[in-house]
């Protein structure tokens, strides 16, 4: 059993806050940048991908890592140790003289992440009781994220264009360094073991098997490009990493102390989070990267103009957050995430209506607005649902789970509807043609943000359990057998 952090709750949310930013910052602001990384560094045309891959490796990968270590060893401690992995590293991609230094340190990036990134949101968590409070704590935190992932097209945009593809990297340094200036003060150090409680160890074997067979399936779904789905390279590795998620299953069952416990997965809110932020991460990486495209490819906006394209977007997506707090300070997430959802599908099916002779007011701007308003809806609440009922010991591990759902889903839904784009698109680079499949992938997306909200209406409850405070408390060997009861 663990304490609650209580301290200092303002500066936690600020340093939590400004940390998840910059981590949704990384995920966009190097996609605009890659021409010219190419250019600079002398990529070869097939090699220029790792730079975004291999982040989504490392990050993904290690998520659930992570997210337990800093329930056993202290989340505030392993925040700050993720930030400064994460912090130097974008120093060293800055500084990068070849392409194997910018993959590395790209790489550090996504270690440096994983590490922190679960601990945000458990911060969160055990700082502010289950209720109002933590509901708008977490709706700043989905706020910042939804502005960094926003924001990075145009600050990656801006940055290009008017300084250098450098400062990408080097952009993250001050954010890091004012994240960690305001941690120390708060007095905030996640879970701490209740004096005479035996600290449990830290699940090896389990998490050697996730970490493996998450990096073999995202290593295998990002390689598709280059292999194609039918190889017997790309069928090996998705075969290999089934079989290591398998044994990871069967060796959580039996563990006393597991990486997961697998109990967790009974409740209805975290069950039901997690498979909507898998669909709904896969549709909102398809309105970034489709739309990108188009801009840049069929309307012929340059970096700057593409980046200023999304402003309607980034503000959309705080405007909808914001919403999405009220509701849910009163209500349970299902609330809000049924009609986000649904707005979502909406605007990206609305966005599927691109032409080639369109442009920017009559094509982008006013499923932008509706897109956007619906994930932000979405955005908030699905972390509230992920971790209603949680108890602070688990926070950690409910946190990694639900990043690691939104990584695995950004990373393999886009992965499938880019392929499905290049499919419809064909061999032809004609401005028609490339329309015709990024409409196909956004008209995907729209679906999946459908069946989305369909997991929100069917699958959540609708109502809040009891808190996990007025639960008994279970011993180490009933983790495995009881779930948290929605």
């Not at 989504?56 to 337990?68: H, K, S, V």
């Not at 509901?135 to 700043?140: I, P, Q, S, Y």
């Not at 983790?479 to 929605?486: F, I, Q």
Request: a positive charge; glycine letters at 12%.
């Amino acid at each position: 059993m663990y304490k609650n952090s209580r301290g200092r709750p303002g500066l936690v949310l600020a340093a939590v806050t400004v940390a998840q930013f910059v981590f949704a910052l990384d995920m966009s602001v190097v996609n605009v940048a890659l021409p010219a990384i190419r250019d600079a560094l002398g990529f070869a045309p097939l090699d220029l991908s790792w730079v975004v891959h291999v982040y989504a490796l490392t990050f993904g990968g290690l998520l659930l890592l992570g997210g337990r270590a800093g329930d056993l060893y202290g989340r505030r401690r392993l925040f700050q140790l993720g930030l400064a992995v994460f912090g130097l590293c974008s120093l060293a991609g800055g500084l990068a003289q070849q392409p194997w230094q910018l993959v590395a340190a790209r790489a550090g990036q996504g270690i440096g992440a994983a590490a922190a990134a679960p601990a945000t949101l458990a911060m969160l968590t055990t700082t502010f009781t289950e209720g109002p409070r933590r509901v708008r704590a977490l709706g700043v935190w989905s706020a910042a994220n939804a502005a960094g992932g926003a924001l990075g097209v145009l600050a990656g945009g801006l940055l290009t264009e008017y300084a250098s593809w450098r400062w990408v990297m080097l952009v993250n340094l001050p954010i890091v360094a004012a994240a960690l200036a305001l941690l120390p003060a708060s007095g905030a150090d996640g879970a701490k073991p209740i004096r005479g409680e035996r600290r449990e160890r830290l699940d090896v074997l389990g998490a050697a098997l996730a970490t493996g067979g998450v990096g073999l399936l995202v290593f295998g779904v990002v390689r598709t490009e280059v292999q194609g789905w039918g190889s017997p390279a790309t069928l090996g590795t998705l075969a290999v990493a089934v079989a290591l998620l398998a044994a990871f299953v069967l060796a959580e069952v039996r563990s006393p102390a597991p990486l997961l416990r697998l109990g967790l997965l009974r409740s209805r809110w975290v069950a039901g989070a997690n498979l909507l932020v898998f669909l709904a991460a896969a549709g909102q990486f398809a309105a970034f990267y489709f739309v990108s495209l188009y801009l840049q490819q069929v309307l012929g906006l340059g970096a700057a103009a593409t980046g200023a394209a999304f402003l309607p977007f980034s503000a959309g997506l705080v405007a909808g957050t914001v919403v999405a707090t009220r509701i849910t300070a009163h209500r349970t997430p299902r609330a809000a995430l049924v009609p986000g959802a649904f707005l979502a599908a909406v605007g990206l099916g609305w966005f599927a209506l691109i032409s080639p002779d369109g442009g920017y007011l009559t094509d982008v701007l006013g499923p932008s607005v509706v897109t956007s308003i619906g994930t932000g809806l979405v955005l908030a609440p699905v972390a509230a649902a992920a971790t209603t009922g949680i108890a602070p010991r688990e926070a950690g591990a409910a946190s990694g789970l639900l990043n690691s759902s939104r990584q695995l889903g950004g990373c393999v839904g886009l992965a499938v509807l880019a392929t499905g784009a290049a499919h419809a698109t064909g061999t032809a680079t004609d401005p028609a043609a490339l329309d015709h499949g990024y409409a196909f992938g956004l008209a995907a997306g729209a679906a999946l943000f459908a069946l989305a909200a369909v997991v929100a209406l069917t699958v959540l409850p609708r109502r809040r359990p009891a808190p996990p405070e007025a639960r008994p408390v279970t011993t180490l060997s009933e983790n495995r057998l009881e779930g948290t009861h929605s």
